[in-house]
């Protein structure tokens, strides 16, 4: 499904990423760790185009993901959430995910603020889905609440719930887990298996907790000052010297 071949980005005297290589199928579950600064969002934000690399080839479904503008992204089926909360608090929680459902809209720039029967039937529809989501992840009692005021943890399966109402079928978690509790964390690894099986989902995630990674995914890739080195299972990552080191350094 995901093809990244020698994916390299600089931002002035900064390398962030040094041809780098990836490859995800179809249905994986993948964890992508590394020290603080290794590159990991950094590779998100080129695989949602918010970056564009220096040098490099990413590949989605067999296409070129560089020639896709970055508006685009979400109707090719990528989604993703965000290390700190992209949530609007003043938004009720359906509100919040009825944002990632209306790329599937077509309202026009003229139609919706006149609010022409064909727009207030749409907006029924994106409702309605919006509402079947929040069900699956047990947050539709909560759809009338604003966003403001509700727990992080509760806050973090929203945008989870905002990144499906977008009907991906690659999903990008960047660090889902980080500010939870112990006991979140195990719901929220539940929560990311079901919605993988249920939504038919390619998942890729970014996380520190080595917990979570390392009992949800199947394959880990750990980067280093932007370079892959290590992947394979996580029991094969986890006694990989090369990992060991850049998290706990070596003996002066």
């Known amino acids: 499904m995901l093809e990244v071949e020698q994916l390299t980005v600089r931002f002035g005297g900064i390398t962030a990423l040094s041809g780098v290589d990836l490859r995800v199928s179809a249905g994986e579950l993948i964890g992508l760790i590394g020290p603080n600064g290794a590159g990991k969002t950094t590779l998100f934000n080129c695989l949602t185009r918010r970056y564009t690399p220096d040098s490099g080839r990413l590949a989605y479904d067999g296409d070129d993901l560089l020639r896709v503008a970055p508006f685009a992204i979400a109707r090719r089926g990528i989604s993703r959430t965000f290390q700190n909360l992209g949530l609007f608090p003043a938004l009720t929680v359906r509100e ?15 139609s919706a603020p006149l609010r022409l029967p064909g727009v207030r039937t749409e907006e029924a529809r994106l ?11 047990e947050l539709l009692h909560l759809a009338d609440h604003p966003a403001a005021g509700l727990p992080f943890g509760t806050l973090k399966r929203v945008e989870v ?29 539940g929560i990311v298996r079901r919605i993988r099986d249920d939504f038919d989902l390619t998942i890729v995630v970014v996380e520190h907790h080595m917990g979570f990674v390392m009992g949800l995914c199947e394959r880990v890739v750990c980067l280093d000052f932007g370079r892959v080195i290590s992947e394979g299972t996580p029991e094969e990552v986890q006694r990989d010297p090369a990992v060991i080191e850049a998290y706990l350094g070596t003996e002066a």
């Open 96 to 110: 919040n995910v009825m944002v990632g459902a209306h790329q599937h809209g077509k309202a026009g720039f003229w």
């Open 127 to 137: 409702r309605e889905e919006a509402d079947t989501v929040l069900r699956r992840l």
């Open 161 to 189: 719930a905002r990144a499906l109402a977008a009907k991906p079928k690659l999903l990008l978690l960047d660090e889902p887990v980080n500010g939870l509790t112990h006991g979140e964390v195990e719901d929220f690894a």
